[in-house]
Each structure stands twice: as structure tokens, then as C-alpha cells.
């Protein structure tokens, strides 16, 4: 997909995993109902055709993706290169008179590189400064506008820093920041991951019906949703509630059997989930294959055609059989490890 206001812009991947952090930037753009094309992909670095604000928003929304920058040149990743290339930009369509702006300058493999950044970041504010006749002004604190160097192996990328990922958002969610918390719960970043994968939208309704201590439900508040949950053990949702609270996020909780949803009516856009496993979660007796069998059949009656449903499966639990039924097909497979002894797969499912 792709509009006439696209430029070429480019994504660092974070690295966490092969597959979830470009799974997941599509994800938002296809939520945000973001025209893109995908150019090319190299180690951590994707490129895209896409407009730079939606560039932005898929940034500032995702958890796995580094910072987006809009590219003005690619060049030979060797300094007389990049400065020749960098004297034939023109800057001033991209400063006002008396801005601030900034350069940075990273490295993607350093050992790779011998030019020292430092050198190369002052060489390049200096060039830009000079052709601009000195009305904008160095601020590397501040900058109004951020330009951003990348070496990529024997290429080089520069161009505009669109947005960074949320880190110190997603940090003061963790778990032992909230007034409750128990070992078994989503890291922040994984949830967000799970609802920007079920194509969560601002303004929609979203549900967890195993919402156990709300992580999933404080990801889809936080870009924009209105978070439904339910849980069967009561002590676990009054936990969800102080947790929502302490967030200033409001919430419809109740408790209820994830097999008989409180809801009623088709129309849900996007349920993400992460059952219980029965390990440092209970499933209160039922067996894990059939819990996932008997709870996934009524969402679908809840679920907009064309809806998503992510979720989290044990290895050992997943059986296709489980969650290809009549009424879902199997969107996306990812297989995440938690640690040595726990790896699941994240599991998107779309309504037929």
C-alpha cells in the first residue's frame, strides 16, 4: 500500500526478536489504517514507503520498534562520501530561520566503523550551519529538529528523526511498580506488543477475558482504548481495579468464566489474552488444551467479522487443531522464549 504523500522512511528494529518487531509495526500501521510499502530490510533496519507522521505514530505506539527516521540520502558508509552527499542536500526545506537543530550520528555494527561519530556529527552540523548562513542554531539537548546518521554496514543513512519508542512509559508499568502484582505476569512491552498484533484501534473496545492483573488492559489504555476485562478469581480482578486505578485508567471489570463471556452482542474490534498455563497461574482445574478450546469458541461470537484475537500458548499446549476452527484463521505465529524453561507462542487469530 502506498499515496502519493509517502517518503522513504526507516525503522530500527529492537532486536528482542526475529519476527515480532516487523509483525507488530505492520500491525499498527494496518490498525491506524496507514497506507505503507515495504522496500527492503536489512539486519535491524526496515524500509519503508510510508508517510513521515505515520512513521511517527507507528513508533510512539510500539514497543519493539527503536525510533523511525525519515531518509534523505544513502551513501558510501566513508566519511568524504557522506560529506560530499551531506553539501548537496537542501536544508533549508527542512529548517526555519533561526531553528535549533541537532545531528547524531549511531552505529548499528561499531567494529565495522573507524570514523569516530563525534567527528562526523560536528562535521555535519558544521556543513549544515554554513549552508544555512548561520540563522539556526546547534542545540543537541533541544533541537527542533533532529538529524540522524546511521551506518549500516558499508552504507550510510541520513535523514530526519521522526520518534522514539515510549521506554520510560512501558518501565514505570512494570509489574513491581503496580500496587499489584503477581510472578506470572505480561511484561509491559509484551502486552503492548499482543494488542497492537490483535490490530487494536483508539476508540475501540477491547477485552481480555483473563485479564488476571490488568497488563494487557493498561497497554490497550494507553493507546486509546476502552478496556474491558474479566477474571473468575475475584482477589485477582480487585487487584486489576487498584492497578487500573493507580494508572488513572478506568475499566469495565467483572468476574466471570472466560468460556460464558459477559458480553453478548458481535461487535468487539480486537481481544487479546494470555489464559493461564497452570504454573505460577491457576486454571482453577480445567485442563490447559480444553481451557483454550471452550474459551476461544465464544469469543467468536463476540468478534466483529474481521476482528483479531491474539493470545499466548505454551509450546507444549499449542495444537493447531486447538484454535483453527470454523470460525478463526490462524493470521500470524510467533514463537517468544521467556525464559529457559518457558517458551510460548503468540498466536493471532482473525475472525472469518
Same mark, same amino acid.
Given at each position: 500500500?502506498k499515496?502519493?504523500?509517502?517518503?522513504? @522512511?526507516?525503522?530500527?528494529?529492537?532486536?528482542?526478536?526475529?519476527?515480532?518487531?516487523?509483525?507488530e509495526?505492520?500491525?499498527?500501521?494496518?490498525?491506524e489504517?496507514?497506507?505503507y510499502?515495504?522496500?527492503?530490510?536489512?539486519?535491524?533496519?526496515?524500509?519503508?514507503?510510508?508517510?513521515?507522521? &505515520?512513521?511517527?505514530?507507528?513508533?510512539?505506539?510500539?514497543?519493539l520498534?527503536?525510533?523511525?527516521?525519515?531518509?534523505?540520502?544513502?551513501?558510501?558508509?566513508?566519511?568524504?562520501?557522506?560529506?560530499?552527499?551531506?553539501?548537496e542536500v537542501?536544508?533549508?526545506?527542512?529548517?526555519?530561520?533561526?531553528?535549533?537543530f541537532?545531528?547524531?550520528?549511531?552505529?548499528?555494527?561499531?567494529?565495522?566503523?573507524?570514523?569516530?561519530?563525534?567527528?562526523?556529527?560536528?562535521?555535519?552540523g *558544521?556543513?549544515?550551519?554554513?549552508?544555512?548562513?548561520?540563522?539556526?542554531k546547534?542545540?543537541?539537548?533541544?533541537?527542533?529538529?533532529?538529524?540522524?546518521?546511521?551506518?549500516? =554496514?558499508?552504507?550510510?543513512?541520513?535523514?530526519?528523526h521522526?520518534?522514539?519508542?515510549?521506554?520510560?512509559?512501558?518501565?514505570?508499568?512494570?509489574s513491581?511498580?503496580?500496587?499489584?502484582?503477581?510472578?506470572?505476569?505480561?511484561?509491559?512491552?509484551t502486552a503492548?506488543v499482543?494488542?497492537?498484533l490483535?490490530?487494536?484501534?483508539?476508540? %475501540?473496545?477491547?477485552?481480555?477475558?483473563? @485479564?488476571?492483573?490488568?497488563?494487557l488492559?493498561?497497554?490497550?489504555?494507553?493507546?486509546? @482504548?476502552?478496556p474491558?476485562?474479566? &477474571?473468575? %478469581?475475584?482477589?485477582?480482578?480487585? =487487584?486489576?481495579?487498584?492497578?487500573?486505578?493507580?494508572y488513572g485508567?478506568?475499566?469495565?471489570?467483572?468476574?466471570?468464566?472466560?468460556?460464558?463471556?459477559?458480553?453478548? *452482542?458481535?461487535?468487539l474490534?480486537?481481544i487479546?489474552?494470555?489464559?493461564p498455563? =497452570?504454573?505460577? *497461574?491457576?486454571?482453577? =482445574?480445567a485442563?490447559?488444551?480444553?481451557?483454550?478450546?471452550?474459551?476461544?469458541?465464544?469469543?467468536?461470537?463476540?468478534?466483529?467479522?474481521?476482528?483479531?484475537? @491474539?493470545?499466548?500458548?505454551?509450546?507444549?499446549?499449542?495444537?493447531?487443531?486447538?484454535?483453527?476452527?470454523?470460525?478463526?484463521?490462524?493470521?500470524?505465529?510467533?514463537?517468544?522464549?521467556?525464559?529457559? *524453561?518457558?517458551?510460548?507462542?503468540?498466536?493471532?487469530?482473525?475472525?472469518?
Open positions: 500500500m499515496s502519493a504523500s509517502t517518503s522513504r @522512511c526507516s525503522f530500527l528494529l529492537s532486536g528482542e526478536h526475529e519476527s515480532l518487531p516487523l509483525a509495526l505492520r500491525a499498527v500501521l494496518e490498525a489504517g496507514r497506507e510499502e515495504i522496500l527492503e530490510r536489512r539486519e535491524r533496519l526496515v524500509f519503508m514507503r510510508v508517510d513521515a507522521g &505515520d512513521a511517527a505514530i507507528a513508533t510512539q505506539r510500539s514497543a520498534i527503536n525510533w523511525a527516521q525519515q531518509v534523505l540520502l544513502e551513501t558510501e558508509s566513508e566519511e568524504p562520501q557522506i560529506l560530499k552527499a551531506i553539501e537542501d536544508f533549508s526545506k527542512y529548517l526555519r530561520r533561526n531553528s535549533r541537532g545531528v547524531r550520528v549511531t552505529r548499528l555494527r561499531p567494529e565495522l566503523q573507524s570514523i569516530p561519530a563525534n567527528r562526523l556529527q560536528e562535521e555535519i *558544521s556543513g549544515i550551519w554554513r549552508q544555512m548562513k548561520g540563522e539556526v546547534v542545540d543537541l539537548d533541544r533541537p527542533e529538529t533532529l538529524f540522524l546518521g546511521v551506518h549500516q =554496514g558499508d552504507r550510510f543513512f541520513f535523514g530526519i521522526l520518534a522514539s519508542r515510549d521506554r520510560q512509559g512501558f518501565a514505570e508499568r512494570r513491581p511498580r503496580r500496587p499489584f502484582f503477581v510472578p506470572s505476569a505480561l511484561h509491559p512491552k503492548r499482543m494488542v497492537n490483535a490490530r487494536t484501534r483508539p476508540g %475501540d473496545t477491547f477485552l481480555d477475558p483473563f @485479564c488476571g492483573t490488568g497488563g488492559l493498561l497497554e490497550a489504555a494507553a493507546v486509546g @482504548c476502552l474491558i476485562g474479566s &477474571d473468575i %478469581d475475584l482477589q485477582i480482578l480487585s =487487584g486489576c481495579r487498584r492497578n487500573l486505578a493507580h485508567t478506568t475499566f469495565w471489570g467483572m468476574q466471570a468464566d472466560a468460556r460464558v463471556p459477559p458480553l453478548r *452482542s458481535e461487535g474490534s480486537a487479546a489474552t494470555d489464559p498455563y =497452570g504454573r505460577a *497461574s491457576s486454571t482453577k =482445574g485442563e490447559v488444551a480444553n481451557l483454550i478450546r471452550t474459551s476461544l469458541l465464544p469469543l467468536a461470537d463476540v468478534l466483529k467479522r474481521g476482528g483479531y484475537l @491474539c493470545f499466548a500458548v505454551p509450546l507444549e499446549f499449542y495444537r493447531e487443531d486447538i484454535v483453527a476452527t470454523k470460525d478463526f484463521s490462524i493470521a500470524e505465529a510467533h514463537t517468544m522464549r521467556i525464559h529457559r *524453561s518457558l517458551a510460548r507462542h503468540i498466536l493471532v487469530l482473525q475472525r472469518r
